[in-house]
């Protein structure tokens, strides 16, 4: 084909057959069919082999015998007119299933208000799951014969019609998943609106969809209906946890009608190409087929071909398109190791300016030459030099506009910058990676009175569908209820108001340590990340009826009645559970905390803790949640010496940029030399060197005796090793000359 390279893929899509197994129905579609074959034939020789065959539902009429039927024509000697793909996936349609009156199709109305009900069918559990198996038992016959003509490797899902492949093109690495998106339909009286879960992703991925995205160039997604077919909590799952940004390269599915003759539709996510109808028999008014050309070398070269049977005329036409991919280069990295795949949202970037006091600063939060695992930065910094001020815009583009306007005009005005009692606008602008590690970026202005100004409005809405937390230095929990009037923002907001309030308390946190009603699972999850966080220390999560409880020193106490560290520490972990939880549901259910994703900002990461506590945290939360990415402040230098000096950032407002550059590490540095060299203070109290000043009142020998005093040597010692040493001077040195200062 002109203008593109031998390095390509190519795919076939259909969609809508609706084969009938009648005598007449069979003549018309075996007449029709043999001029699509011919026309097949024509698109192989134009554009080449097709690499692979997808097929997005509705194959037949929905009775047994009709899908059979078709499994022995598609092997009938007309069919090897063309080359057979090297590999063919299908997806079923709502007429794919053999739907009855019985009442249990039914229960599928409930699917959204029951999670007992979703919990069940996805566990293997109930007897809805066993219709479903008996609802689509000739497609999955049907796809089985298919995939063994054409010798295809489809990995088999949650449920019947869930699969996925894997192809290898000239270096590439193509992988495509097909999605049930009409199982709720084995009813006759289903509603129209399909359904589609994360779940069965998470089947087909082994629970770990990152690492499917970043072990594939090009990533497919083919269902029969589109993404405005399903039900509005399907939709809205489709786009947060589905079909994010940057996760599939094309979204191709069947259900299209009407005499439109666009085919080609620009997603936020994806790009969506639906199908034109066949149907001989109930011909629409576009009928047709799509042939598509990805072009690895010049992915602007790529096309998607439309080719569309005239009825008049009776003559196949085409109509080309380009298909706009962001596609790797060639040269690409390898794919990475699995204990390294990133996550499905990372934040690389933020710029402030006019905020708070800062009149410029940029940050970077990517360290890819750190010596140690995870994904972390540390803000170091005297008091005022912004650490906070970091946490607050973190969290503004955390929720991003419309939700940061729930904080208030008059919060969100003493953001900006005050200068010569006027303040100027402010401006967040960041940039977060996929796990593709395409960029994104977004950006928030805050005007006069708080005014909101924002950008790339469909990526906030992805990122709101994330695990974006932002705790301040104070993480409150209470045993009062709550008063009516912090229940008036969303809870995306009310996660990150402890930032901005120092009196907010932890809502999220609160429905899980004193709530006698939480999920079994959710009492599980958390138990198990205590665990990992808390390890050898006196503490333990235990469930008590119905309830979060800690044993600590023997005793078992309520959340409220820890001492202040494990209190805050127990909180924060509580609200990430509990936000991992209410976003991702079937992956929290798993009770691996490794899988949790999120971006997690803490200020004064070492709040009230013991020193022995502080050091261990950081690596033990690198082992725990290696799969999220960490923004701390510390004062502690037993914080700071756990990370790698790319990971710290020292806050400095007389150094270039407002950034002081580390030239060493300070992993093996002691408490004292962080101080001394990263905090600039000495380790020593300032009472001794007022003494030693001679600004102090003490008796000087008494502060000779505390400069002899050590771990190693106690009071009563350094008094003696004075008086030894007072006396071995006194016989060397003339009288008088060793002053011996004041005796009281």
């Known amino acids: ?188 009286k289903s509603s129209s609106e399909g359904i589609l879960d994360r779940a069965q992703l998470d089947a087909l991925c082994n629970n770990d969809v990152s690492a499917w995205v970043q072990q594939h160039d090009l990533r497919i997604l083919v269902t029969h209906l589109p993404p405005h077919k399903l039900d509005k909590s399907s939709l809205s799952r489709f786009y947060s946890e589905i079909a994010p940004p940057g996760r599939f390269h094309l979204h191709l599915c069947g259900h299209r009608r009407g005499s439109s003759m666009e085919f080609l539709t620009a997603q936020q996510h994806s790009l969506l190409l639906k199908s034109p109808r066949l149907d001989p028999l109930d011909p629409p008014s576009v009928q047709g087929y799509l042939y598509g050309v990805v072009d690895f070398d010049n992915p602007s070269k790529s096309l998607v071909i439309q080719r569309t049977f005239n009825r008049k005329s009776g003559q196949w036409q085409s109509q080309e398109a380009p298909l706009d991919l962001d596609l790797p280069l060639r040269n690409a990295a390898p794919v990475a190791a699995s204990n390294s795949i990133q996550p499905e949202v990372r934040i690389a970037r933020l710029r402030l300016e006019g905020f708070r006091s800062f009149e410029k600063i940029e940050l970077n939060f990517l360290h890819p030459e750190s010596l140690l695992n995870g994904s972390w930065t540390c803000f170091a910094g005297i008091n005022g030099a912004g650490k906070s001020s970091i946490v607050q815009a973190l969290a503004l583009m955390f929720l991003g506009d419309p939700l940061a306007a729930e904080l208030g005009g008059q919060l969100l005005d003493r953001t900006r910058r005050l200068q010569n009692n006027n303040r100027s606008d402010a401006v967040i602008h960041a940039v977060f990676l996929d796990a593709t590690g395409k960029e994104h970026s977004v950006s928030l202005g805050i005007g006069s009175l708080g005014r909101l100004s924002s950008s790339n409005p469909a990526f906030w809405d992805f990122l709101r569908s994330r695990v974006l937390v932002a705790y301040g230095a104070t993480r409150n929990l209470s045993s009062q209820p709550r008063h009516c009037s912090e229940q008036t923002k969303s809870l995306d907001v009310e996660q990150q108001m402890t930032v901005f309030d120092p009196l907010a308390r932890l809502a999220s946190a609160e429905s899980i340590l004193t709530n006698p009603q939480v999920s079994a699972s959710t009492i599980a999850l958390y138990q198990a990340l205590i665990s990992r966080v808390f390890q050898a220390e006196e503490i333990k999560a235990v469930e008590q009826s119905g309830q979060i409880r800690f044993l600590v020193g023997g005793d078992i106490v309520d959340a409220n009645d820890l001492p202040d560290g494990f209190r805050s520490s127990a909180a924060w972990l509580a609200d990430l559970c509990a936000a991992w939880e209410r976003k991702f549901p079937h992956v929290a259910r798993k009770l691996d905390p490794s899988l949790l994703e999120a971006i997690v900002v803490i200020d004064e990461v070492d709040l009230h803790l013991h020193p022995s506590l502080q050091r261990q945290l950081v690596p033990r939360l690198r082992k725990a949640l290696p799969r999220v990415q960490w923004i701390v402040t510390t004062h502690s230098p037993l914080i700071l010496s756990n990370f790698d000096s790319s990971e710290i950032i020292a806050l400095d407002r007389l150094a270039a940029g407002g950034i002081r550059p580390l030239d060493r590490q300070i992993l093996g540095f002691t408490t004292d030399q962080v101080y001394k060299w990263l905090m600039d203070t000495e380790p020593a109290g300032a009472a001794l060197a007022e003494e030693l000043a001679g600004e102090g009142t003490l008796p000087r020998r008494e502060v000779m005796e505390m400069l002899i005093a050590s771990p190693d040597i106690n009071q009563e010692e350094a008094r003696l090793s004075f008086d030894e040493l007072q006396a071995t001077l006194s016989d060397i040195l003339p009288p008088r000359s060793f002053p011996v200062g004041r005796t009281q």
């Open 1 to 188: 084909m002109k203008g593109v390279s031998a390095n390509k893929f190519v795919w076939l899509h259909m969609s809508d057959l609706k084969f009938e197994s009648g005598p007449t129905a069979v003549n018309t579609l075996s007449g029709f069919l043999n001029s699509l074959l011919v026309d097949l034939l024509h698109c192989q020789r134009e554009y080449g082999t097709a690499d692979v065959f997808l097929f997005s539902g509705d194959a037949a009429d929905g009775r047994a015998q009709d899908l059979t039927f078709l499994s022995g024509w598609l092997q009938a000697p007309q069919s090897s007119l063309i080359d057979i793909p090297k590999a063919a996936l299908i997806v079923p349609g709502n007429n794919d299933c053999a739907r009855d009156l019985s009442e249990m199709g039914l229960l599928f109305r409930l699917w959204n208000e029951d999670s007992d009900l979703r919990e069940q069918f996805w566990q293997n559990e109930s007897s809805l799951r066993a219709a479903v198996e008996v609802a689509f038992a000739g497609f999955r016959q049907l796809s089985r014969k298919i995939y063994q003509h054409t010798g295809s490797s489809v990995k088999d899902g949650a449920l019947p019609g869930d699969g996925m492949i894997s192809l290898n093109s000239k270096g590439r690495r193509i992988g495509i998943i097909g999605l049930n998106s009409v199982f709720n339909q084995i009813h006759l």
